[in-house]
């Protein structure tokens, strides 16, 4: 058994991985589930859980930067973190 951990070993293959080396099928897949986190994200900002999600959010949330993109108000990390939610 390796003594490297499974974590320093991910983070040396995709230290070391580039784009061309990841199949174009690979990165078509990627892409499309990209936009759909992204659409699902939006889609689903009207829903209950969704903001009673961001209500706990914005009360643990201590960051500074706020995101762009999606208006609501949360730095960026918090808001991507909220979207898996």
């Known amino acids: ?3 490297t951990s499974i ?3 991910l983070a040396r293959f995709t230290t070391n991985l580039r784009l061309d080396d990841v199949p174009q099928a ?3 897949r990627a892409k499309h589930l990209i936009l759909d986190s992204i659409g699902l994200a939006f ?3 009207t829903f ?3 903001r009673a999600t961001l209500a706990a959010m ?3 949330d ?3 930067r706020r995101c762009s993109r999606i208006r609501s108000g949360l730095p960026c990390a918090t808001q991507c973190f909220s979207t898996a939610f």
Do not use: F, H, P
Request: hydrophobic share 30%; aromatic share 4%.
């Open 1 to 3: 058994m390796s003594s």
């Open 7 to 9: 974590s320093a070993a």
């Open 26 to 28: 690979v990165r078509e």
């Open 43 to 45: 889609a689903t900002t």
């Open 48 to 50: 209950n859980y969704s």
């Open 58 to 60: 914005q009360e643990l």
């Open 62 to 64: 201590s960051g500074t």
